[in-house]
């Protein structure tokens, strides 16, 4: 989608050396000297959460770089270091060392040399953006962005997706926003104005931003860019065609591949090869959140998507060209004005002659308004304002308005978005996830971003569910009418039509009504989808109007009380599991199970005495990798099963809730048990009450797990009534610790994150105690990776000047930098000169890179300071350091080690 909008001119940034400048280094010593616009520089930035997040994008950025001499960087929130290892037992900040060096080398295929951290914490996987702000912290995260991005002055921004799309990762959602609103920010000198008066930093105007969240189709093969159809025809949406020609004559396509394979920890490293024939291979697609320049829209591949911002892009408008356009309200109704702001900015050192702004609109549409803006002296910015209204009879739906710049000889352009509604309009009720993100959209300036995630809620298979209706009203008058609601076969409300109360003009009221599910027969999860309906509002003046919206439905079970506590050995005896058995080979994600015997699972519950109780029985024909013991943990990497509950039915994201995975066998023998993702994480400690057993067959068909779960061990006070319940099966047939193929009872895509889509379950005849605990806060794993103990990052640092962890730079006089290093008997003895109290980590490396020692040392105040690093074998060949002084500041410096 385009989101035009007014800013001011193009602001060129500096870098003060006096606010992080040193004294002179010793012989052999790289003392940082602040941000280096040539090294530092950077002409795109992507921003993503994780390493590998910007591996779909690595044949687009490798193309530009080789290509058009563009250099890419990439901002990674965090190292990854809640996620699996599929080649050793590393986790947390070990992990994150790991995947660092794995990210490093697969962007370096695509001509990427810098991979800037915030060092924020990968603390689990989560559908939840405020999950994610409540771990990474707002101000904190933008504000390192911002800093980044006003030191490395890119032209354009690439992100991913901001919104609550099923199964899009909390932290993906999180990282887009950051970028989204750096976007803003780095511009805005009343953002951040500390590094603007005491860092010495400028403002910096993106003059493009883009998402890796497009929503279009093309067939493959090199006419792709010029057949992108989006799926909404106001989205800009650009391709860059992965076919051509790169490095040693492969495809573009084929370095991604091969990029995407150092990944290895994360499973990636058996990825095959792209497609030899280059008409199978299709464009990477972006889709543009925002601009602050012009461009041709018709313009298509690398020249459309950097067009006015790092190529012409075929308007002939002199590079440096501001324009932007903002409607006074995104919603109009129909027959109703707005005000739309078109601004054009002249190049800072090049006026704009015989300027003048147009605005396109449809048949019937009205315009009024005068576009002539005259010369524009170079570095300011004149508008013109048009009196839009769109007609009687337009349909509710978003328009694109076309503003085009003009000179004697040149053009270009941007977009507004309109959207038409009707004077009353009826939407079912939004998820939390969903209002929380449309408030953020409206929030920011972004409201086009807004209703943009389907409206759809779950109710359990032949139950029932009140839904809220927000009715609101776009028009300057006072509206009254009525609801009608069509509900799809199978489903049944007692409130067909609902009355809605007089609504007065630009504000909102809420009708409800009751839908009961009558066909306990329909498919649940993804086999079933969203079941769609309609909401039809009636006024009592004026055209209907009609919204869809989406009922899905997620199984339901009662669990009955056993006759007697069943004995946890793996077997099922007569009494134990009284009630239904519950079918778990529902395919969720990986590859389908090629039969009953690959992959299938069935379960039964029970209760008794405060626990819960359940078996399950996997049918698969090849066992995965038994891991050791001590690695009871990351469960989709090999065989396992996950239990989730949800106490009350009622979370939003999975920190108040129990998430138990169980894996059959280990390689020292017995099962184990592991929680991940949830309240409170870890191993038997964090739920001792837990019991576990399993038996494996011999010869091998599958396997059966016995839980206990101590109903007070689940956090938060039970509803014996709505219990959210969960049952998955994960099945690898790996001996490399990569999962193939995942089922389960309720299976969505990204369900283990997402509560609201386990099943329901009641506890029949079960009583909660009447004093139950209220849910605790959760434990969210927050150990990550300093780029302090980076050597790589420090490296960086000395090489570019960009601050480490995208915190601010240590000034001179309160800093400490490596002033020589020697090696001799087994280590390495490293001098410091320091300015000002902190800490320095140190790290010795040999020619390679390799790490032979670390220390971290103390530093008491100014002075001369020396440390010795014993080595572990290896030939020292330089030492590197991160120091952080008392207010949190940073710097980094090299020293080769002398024999």
């Not at 590393?90 to 951290?117: D, I, K, M, Q």
């Not at 609550?164 to 932290?171: A, C, E, I, M």
């Not at 929380?436 to 032949?462: H, K, N």
């Not at 015997?597 to 379960?603: G, I, L």
Request: hydrophobic share 35%.
């Amino acid at each position: 989608m385009v989101v035009a909008r007014w800013c001011s001119s193009i602001a060129v940034v500096g870098f003060a050396a006096a606010a992080i400048g040193m004294a002179p280094p010793a012989s052999g010593a790289q003392e940082p000297e602040g941000a280096k616009p040539e090294a530092g520089q950077l002409d795109v930035l992507f921003v993503g959460a994780h390493p590998d997040d910007e591996a779909g994008t690595l044949s687009t950025l490798g193309q530009w770089n080789s290509d058009h001499d563009i250099r890419s960087g990439v901002v990674t929130v965090t190292r990854g270091e809640g996620g699996g290892n599929a080649v050793g037992t590393e986790e947390g900040p070990e992990l994150g060392e790991l995947r660092e060096a794995e990210e490093r080398s697969a962007v370096g295929r695509a001509g990427v040399t810098e991979v800037l951290n915030l060092d924020k914490a990968d603390f689990y996987y989560t559908v939840s953006a405020p999950l994610t702000e409540q771990a990474w912290g707002h101000e904190d995260s933008l504000g390192k962005l911002v800093r980044l991005v006003r030191m490395t002055q890119p032209k354009v921004v690439i992100t991913m997706d901001p919104a609550p799309t099923p199964g899009n990762h909390g932290h993906h959602q999180y990282a887009a926003r950051l970028a989204t609103e750096a976007y803003q920010a780095a511009a805005d000198p009343s953002a951040f104005p500390g590094q603007l008066t005491e860092e010495g930093l400028s403002t910096w105007s993106v003059d493009r931003l883009f998402s890796t969240a497009a929503k279009g189709s093309a067939d493959p093969g090199p006419g792709c860019e010029e057949g992108i159809r989006p799926e909404d025809p106001v989205d800009r949406i650009w391709g860059i065609w992965a076919g051509r020609t790169g490095p040693d004559g492969k495809t573009w396509a084929q370095v991604e591949q091969e990029a995407k394979r150092d990944y290895v920890s994360q499973g990636w490293g058996g990825f095959p090869d792209a497609p030899s024939d280059p008409a199978e291979i299709t464009c990477d697609q972006f889709v543009q959140l925002d601009s602050r320049v012009p461009y041709r829209a018709d313009a298509k591949g690398s020249e459309g998507m950097l067009g006015g911002a790092l190529l012409d892009g075929g308007s002939g408008l002199p590079r440096g060209t501001g324009l932007t356009a903002e409607a006074e309200r995104a919603k109009i109704t129909a027959g109703t004005p707005t005000t739309v702001t078109v601004a054009a900015t002249a190049p800072q050192r090049q006026p704009l002659r015989n300027a003048h702004v147009d605005l396109a609109v449809g048949e019937g549409w009205q315009v009024r308004g005068d576009g002539r803006l005259g010369t524009v002296a170079p570095g300011k910015t004149a508008s013109a304002e048009f009196v839009v209204t769109a007609p009687e009879a337009a349909e509710a739906q978003s328009f694109q308005l076309p503003a085009t710049l003009s000179t004697k000889d040149a053009s270009g352009g941007t977009e507004v978005l309109l959207k038409v509604v009707a004077p009353l309009v009826a939407e079912q009720e939004p998820l939390p996830q969903v209002a929380e993100f449309d408030s953020w959209a409206q929030r920011v300036g972004y409201p086009e971003l807004a209703d943009r995630v389907a409206r759809v809620l779950t109710l359990p298979s032949g139950g029932s569910r009140k839904i809220d209706v927000p009715v609101r009203n776009h028009s300057t008058e006072p509206v009254s009418g009525q609801l009608r609601v069509d509900l799809p076969e199978g489903f049944d409300t007692s409130t067909p039509t609902v009355a809605i109360p007089e609504v007065p003009a630009g504000e909102q009221t809420s009708v409800a009504f009751e839908v009961t599910n009558t066909d306990a027969g329909l498919e649940t999860g993804m086999q079933g989808g969203a079941y769609g309906y309609e909401l039809t509002v009636e006024p009592d003046a004026g055209n209907s109007s009609s919204t869809s919206a989406g009922l899905e439905l997620v199984p339901r079970t009662e669990i009955p009380q056993a006759a007697q506590q069943p004995n946890v050995d793996g077997q099922a005896t007569d009494g134990e599991y009284p009630g239904p058995e519950l079918d778990l080979s529902g395919y969720w994600e990986g590859e389908e199970c090629a039969s009953a015997q690959d992959c299938s699972a069935t379960a039964q519950l029970s209760w008794h005495s405060d626990t819960l109780y359940a078996l399950v029985n996997v049918v698969d024909d090849k066992p995965g990798n038994r891991l050791p013991e001590a690695d009871c943990k990351r469960h989709w990497r090999s065989d396992s099963v996950e239990l989730t509950i949800d106490p009350a039915g009622d979370s939003e994201n999975t920190s108040s809730t129990m998430k138990l995975a169980a894996f059959p066998a280990t390689a020292d023998g017995g099962p184990c048990y592991f929680r991940d993702a949830d309240n409170h994480q870890g191993g038997p400690d964090t739920a001792p009450g837990v019991e576990i057993a399993s038996e494996v067959s011999e010869p091998y068909e599958g396997y059966t797990v016995e839980l206990a779960v101590p109903l007070d061990e689940v956090p938060g006070p039970i509803d014996p009534e709505a219990l959210g319940l969960n049952l998955l099966v994960y099945d690898s047939d790996t001996q490399d610790n990569v999962g193939k193929t995942r089922i389960g009872w309720s299976t969505w895509g990204g369900v283990q994150g997402d509560p609201y889509r386990w099943g329901q379950a009641s506890l029949a005849d079960y009583q909660p105690a009447p004093d139950q605990p209220e849910t605790p806060e959760p434990e969210l794993p927050l150990d990550a990776l300093s780029s302090l103990d980076s050597p790589q990052s420090i490296e960086q640092s000395v090489r570019t000047g960009l601050p480490l962890g995208g915190v601010a730079a240590a000034p001179k006089r309160d800093s400490a930098w490596l002033s020589g290093a020697t090696g001799a008997d087994g280590a390495v003895s490293a001098e410091l000169t320091a300015t000002g109290a902190g800490s320095a980590h140190l790290h010795v490396l040999d020619a390679d890179g390799a790490v032979l020692g670390r220390e971290v040392l103390d530093v008491d105040g100014p002075g001369k300071l020396t440390a010795r690093i014993p080595v572990d074998g290896g030939a020292p060949a330089r030492v590197v350091a991160g120091f952080q002084n008392a207010s949190g500041a940073v710097a980094a410096s090299a020293a080769e080690v002398a024999g």
